[in-house]
């Protein structure tokens, strides 16, 4: 099948990125929004496989022009469109915590597998429901994982003696992943949530960083109150340095000042999202999954 992948210009530098990986023609989608706030979607004739590539941060708007932009792909010939959201927003709640709360990954999941015959996407925040395809039952679900990426960005920016530390038993995986290649000792804590940005951690053995360059590692940086509750901890207890590296950094540009501004730098992330940390590509992790999975 001839393939196309149509972005949204949010995206359309990593988008571009990924089609030079796989080869393959690349499209524009056109998007009016009137003065009352509805949007009018417009996509280039595709090919019979169709890629729509649109990281789902900030997703309210994009959801509904993506599941707009899939119509329209169907429309213009596709037969297979599969949806490339490297951030797949709404995981975070998997259940309902409190009586009569909506269960948003569900519903967010079960559209995306009305609409697409396929996802690819990065790391997503699986918790309760470890595996995607039961995100997205009945559809090709892709789940990329960015340690190895991340890895190898951070090859030339640590030495032996740096700590890698994840804030949270979440991390976990992400930290031991990054850690093996590089051949790093980790430092794993716990955390317990407060509210939207408070937290409160415990870095076991936390005197092991003394002089030593630390690397926070987590899949997603969100408020930043995470990474800064750690480094306030790590800077009384003498670290040398002080970075971040993540799959996904949301943090608004006043969040990112505030990281910095509390001794984290630099902070990288991959680029699943448009951002200021996000400096790590991830185009030839996602085309060769893509590759991989027979959809490209
Ligand atoms: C939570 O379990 C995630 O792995 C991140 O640690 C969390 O989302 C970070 O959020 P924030 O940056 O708002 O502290």
Same mark, same amino acid.
């Given at each position: ?16 990125? /990924? ?6 023609? #690349? ?26 590539? #649109?990281?789902? $941060?900030?997703? $309210? ?13 169907? %429309? ?6 599969? /949806? ?49 395809? %039961? ?7 892709? $789940? ?71 690397? /926070? ?11 800064? %509750? ?18 996904? #950094? ?11 501004? $509390? ?34």
């Amino acid at each position: 099948m001839t393939s196309t992948l149509h972005y949204f210009a949010a995206n359309e530098a990593e988008a571009l990125r /990924l089609g030079a990986a796989l080869g393959i023609a #690349c499209a524009g989608v056109a998007v009016h929004r009137f003065p009352d706030g509805e949007s009018l979607v417009r996509v280039a004739h595709s090919g019979a496989a169709a890629l729509l590539y #649109c990281s789902l $941060n900030a997703p $309210n708007a994009k959801l509904v022009e993506v599941l707009l932009a899939a119509s329209a792909l169907r %429309d213009s010939g596709a037969r297979r469109v599969v /949806l490339v959201a490297p951030y797949l927003g709404y995981m975070r709640q998997d259940h309902a915590f409190a009586q009569g709360e909506a269960v948003s990954q569900r519903v967010i999941g079960g559209l995306i597998a009305a609409a697409f015959d396929g996802l690819v996407t990065v790391d997503p925040h699986l918790h309760r429901t470890p595996r995607l395809e %039961d995100v997205v039952p009945g559809i090709v679900a892709v $789940n990329v994982s960015a340690a190895a990426t991340i890895a190898r960005a951070l090859a030339d920016y640590v030495s032996p003696d740096t700590l890698l530390i994840g804030p949270d038993d979440e991390s976990r995986q992400w930290v031991e992943a990054v850690s093996a290649p590089l051949h790093l000792e980790t430092l794993i804590g716990s955390k317990v949530r407060l509210g939207d940005r408070a937290v409160q951690i415990e870095l076991p053995r936390i005197e092991r960083v003394a002089g030593r360059p630390v690397v /926070l590692i987590d899949d997603l940086i969100s408020s930043g109150g995470t990474l800064i %509750d750690c480094a306030a901890q790590l800077g009384k207890a003498g670290a040398a340095s002080i970075a971040a590296a993540a799959t996904h #950094c949301l943090a608004s540009e006043a969040d990112f000042a505030a990281m910095t501004a $509390n001794g984290i730098r630099p902070i990288m992330a991959t680029a699943t999202v448009p951002g200021t940390a996000s400096t790590i590509p991830i185009a030839d992790a996602l085309a060769h999954a893509i590759l991989h999975h027979g959809l490209g």
